[in-house]
């Protein structure tokens, strides 16, 4: 039963395996599929970059160039194939604060610092870091993201125009209603049936763009009065220009900006790190962290340059890339360039697309992205683990991705400090080297959490005048626990007793010798091979390996 528990946990969230098999080596019909996934991508990234960039209180082309810079460049040298990226929420409601205290040009400057950031982070390998986030945080990361986007969906469903820019996002609107509502679900739902039976007709075209394209050329042919992507804003636009941010070059300038610019930097890296680890789980790749955040540093760089509001891995769009047959840079940079196509040639077509038909290959993407498994296991993992999926899920809608991310490991880390904590006992017995001696077979590791129980071990009033403490099944790990055992030490002293250590590992020996705790023999036996002993001093504690 243990063994399918775990099994159950470990197991990937519930999408298909996608993954390109080496019989599937790169073709034209490869090529065909990466374009046409590329194809659907983008214009799956038009909303959203203009919804985006409504929230941000910037211009809807600020929000497209970011789509298509970011997007193209972190396509071209990312961390890995079959991800996209571009202007996401989760960095748009922090800019919000920044461009209406002090400009647009502000944010441009803070994005270019964000990247730089960003591009420190690769370099010194701190992508890896993002191992350290727990199997419960990821589910519950998805969730909640999966949470998000279906959320962030609703505002379609207001009447176009209705809603109001006020500089802190679009807020108000009236909902539809009657007809128009009923008009607008069944479309939305026509679009996810579509995408759901296309698979099992063919996959000659990725399903979501046939989606779009029949519900589209629905609309268009019977001219029914939906909303569409041109109410949101015209994406009509030029080429992006070099654009150096006019804010004023002083220190009061970088104490602005820093701070966003801090915030953002990690926003977008650890959204990305964790896309990273989705979309890897998909694939089955590995790898390419510090890559990314070079990546996404660059681009961001790059895109505060040319009037860009930056970005970072879009999860829902990945999945919309990988569900495709997306597997190569090929998708993402199609995605890009279609976009950019779009801007300059394609916007009058692109605007006629009805909302219902993105709106539905979103909800496809929602039902795809949430770990519908975590949902059993909930009841069989252990319930420390099963608050943390549910507390970051919360924190995820409630908030945004980092604040639950930080919250979901340090929870994580605090339960794990704690049962480590409760670990630690003694196993008492007679030495059989030293007549009359006890010894206190310490196991559990020993560090802050588990340096008080340790002190409770020993009975110094009734111990015999030998003591022998040994480590064979422990680690000495920090600081608190060479007071915790100098202290004991100490006591045993002030009884007049002797105290003896055996069996430190090699990296506690040399910790307790950095700190000056111990005086440590020259004939050390560096292979384990026996444990030698040393006594206690005026005080001063003996070690042996």
């Keep these: 039963m243990k063994h399918a528990i775990l099994a159950a946990f470990a197991k990937r ?9 080496p019989d599937e080596s790169f073709s034209v019909s490869r090529l065909r599929i990466e374009l046409l996934s590329g194809l659907t991508v983008a214009l799956a990234l038009v909303p959203e970059a203009v919804a985006f960039a409504f929230v941000a209180g910037v211009h809807p082309l600020v929000g497209l160039y970011a789509a298509f810079l970011v997007g193209l460049i972190t396509a071209l040298i990312g961390g890995r194939p079959g991800m996209i990226s571009g202007a996401t929420g989760a960095l748009a409601v922090v800019m919000v604060a920044l461009v209406a205290q002090h400009g647009v040009e502000y944010l441009f400057a803070t994005v270019v610092l964000m990247g730089l950031l960003q591009i420190i982070a690769g370099a010194m390998r701190w992508g890896k870091f993002i191992r350290l986030v727990p199997h419960p945080v990821m589910l519950g990361f998805v969730n909640g993201l999966a949470i998000v986007i279906f959320l962030a969906q609703l505002g379609q ?5 209705s809603m109001e820019n006020t500089g802190h996002g679009m807020s108000g609107g009236e909902w539809l209603s009657g007809a128009a509502l009923g008009t607008m679900l069944g479309l939305v739902a026509l679009t996810m049936a579509i995408i759901w039976v296309m698979p099992r007709l063919t996959r000659v075209i990725p399903a979501p763009l046939a989606g779009i394209g029949v519900v589209a050329g629905i609309v268009i042919a019977m001219g029914l009065d939906v909303p569409r992507v041109g109410d949101l804003a015209s994406i009509q636009g030029g080429l992006p220009a070099f654009h150096i941010p ?5 220190f009061e300038t970088f104490e602005i900006i820093l701070p966003y610019a801090v915030i953002l930097a990690a926003i977008g890296l650890i959204e990305s790190l964790l896309t990273l680890n989705l979309v890897g789980e998909m694939t089955g790749k590995r790898g390419g962290a510090s890559q990314e955040c070079i990546a996404q540093g660059l681009a961001n760089t790059v895109t505060g340059f040319f009037g860009g509001m930056g970005g970072c891995a879009m999860i829902g769009q990945s999945m919309i890339n990988v569900k495709s047959g997306g597997r190569t840079r090929i998708a993402g940079i199609a995605a890009a360039l279609f976009l950019l196509v779009f801007i300059l040639f394609a916007a009058p077509l692109i605007e006629q697309i009805p909302l219902a038909a993105l709106v539905g290959v979103m909800f ?3 039902i795809g992205t949430f770990a519908w498994n975590s949902l059993t296991i909930l009841r069989k993992v252990p319930f420390s683990d099963a608050a943390v999926i549910v507390l970051v899920t919360a ?17 994580s880390a605090l ?10 006992h003694a196993i008492e017995r007679e030495s059989v080297t030293e007549t009359g001696a006890k010894v206190y077979e310490i196991q559990g590791p020993l560090f802050f959490g588990s340096a008080e129980g340790f002190a409770e071990l020993f009975d110094i009033a009734k111990d015999p005048d030998m003591v022998i403490v040994d480590f064979a ?5 920090d600081q608190s626990a060479l007071q915790a055992i100098e202290a004991v030490a100490g006591k045993y002293e002030t009884a007049g ?45 003996g070690a042996g390996h």
């Design 13 to 21: 969230i519930s999408m298909p395996d996608l993954r390109l098999m």
């Design 157 to 161: 469903f207001k009447v176009p125009g």
């Design 246 to 250: 006019m804010v004023p070059l002083s």
């Design 364 to 366: 496809m993407v929602v």
């Design 395 to 411: 924190v995820t809608v409630k908030y945004d991705l980092a604040i639950a991310v930080v919250v979901g490991v340090i929870v």
């Design 415 to 424: 339960t794990y400090a704690w049962n480590n904590a409760t670990r630690i």
């Design 473 to 477: 099944a422990s680690r000495v790990v």
């Design 497 to 541: 007793k002797r105290i003896m250590l055996r069996h430190l590992s090699r990296d506690c020996h040399r910790l307790l010798n950095k700190a000056g705790h111990l005086m440590v023999d020259s004939d050390d036996d560096p292979d384990y091979a026996l444990a030698v002993d040393y006594s206690v001093r005026t005080g001063v504690l």
